[in-house]
């Protein structure tokens, strides 16, 4: 993203759009968070915004938000006292769930070039990468593959399953 925001400085500069030392650039800014009203009301889990160069139509800011990830952390971080999340699940997923986002913006990153179907595998698999199951991650896009670490996804299956069930 940072080589996205130079892309886009360089030519603002170029054009004189500099004000007290400080370089102006154009942009869109698009958001959403998805919302149906057919018969029965309907809130997507998750959103994003995005900021999008006017000159290079780069990616220069992107951000996904997930109902299901604030709702876990939060309902973790409220209840300590429940005692159907235990301790160790507890620590580890309080841990592990922030770096659901990044797992998010680098599937989206590695997939720039708008391949869709390797975009939805790639967001599928992010959980599986972040607790550490890495078997179906691409080498283009997992550093850590053939790293010995602990695979904490049966404690992620089991506690989204509890809190599904708490949902309801």
């Given at each position: 993203?940072?080589?996205?925001?130079?892309?886009?400085?360089?030519?603002?500069?170029?054009?004189?759009?500099?004000?007290?030392?400080?370089?102006?650039?154009?942009?869109?800014?698009?958001?959403?968070?998805?919302?149906?009203?057919?018969?029965?009301?309907?809130?997507?889990?998750?959103?994003?915004?995005?900021?999008?160069?006017?000159?290079?139509?780069?990616?220069?800011?992107?951000?996904?938000?997930?109902?299901?990830?604030?709702?876990?952390?939060?309902?973790?971080?409220?209840?300590?006292?429940?005692?159907?999340?235990?301790?160790?699940?507890?620590?580890?997923?309080?841990?592990?769930?922030?770096?659901?986002?990044?797992?998010?913006?680098?599937?989206?990153?590695?997939?720039?070039g708008?391949?869709?179907?390797?975009?939805?595998?790639?967001?599928?698999?992010?959980?599986?990468?972040?607790?550490?199951?890495?078997?179906?991650?691409?080498?283009?896009?997992?550093?850590?593959?053939?790293t010995?670490?602990?695979?904490?996804?049966?404690?992620?299956?089991?506690?989204?399953?509890?809190?599904r069930?708490?949902?309801?």
């Open positions: 993203m940072e080589l996205a925001i130079q892309k886009e400085v360089r030519p603002a500069r170029e054009e004189g759009h500099v004000d007290e030392g400080k370089t102006w650039i154009s942009v869109t800014v698009y958001g959403g968070w998805g919302k149906l009203s057919y018969g029965h009301g309907y809130n997507s889990n998750s959103g994003l915004a995005c900021i999008i160069g006017a000159k290079t139509q780069k990616l220069p800011y992107i951000e996904t938000k997930n109902k299901f990830r604030m709702y876990a952390t939060g309902t973790l971080l409220e209840h300590p006292q429940d005692a159907s999340v235990d301790i160790l699940a507890r620590n580890i997923l309080c841990e592990k769930i922030p770096r659901l986002t990044s797992a998010t913006l680098g599937a989206i990153r590695q997939n720039e708008g391949e869709v179907e390797q975009l939805r595998t790639d967001l599928r698999n992010g959980p599986n990468h972040v607790f550490g199951s890495r078997s179906a991650c691409r080498e283009t896009y997992c550093t850590r593959k053939n010995e670490e602990t695979n904490f996804i049966q404690i992620w299956k089991r506690v989204v399953f509890r809190i069930l708490s949902s309801r």
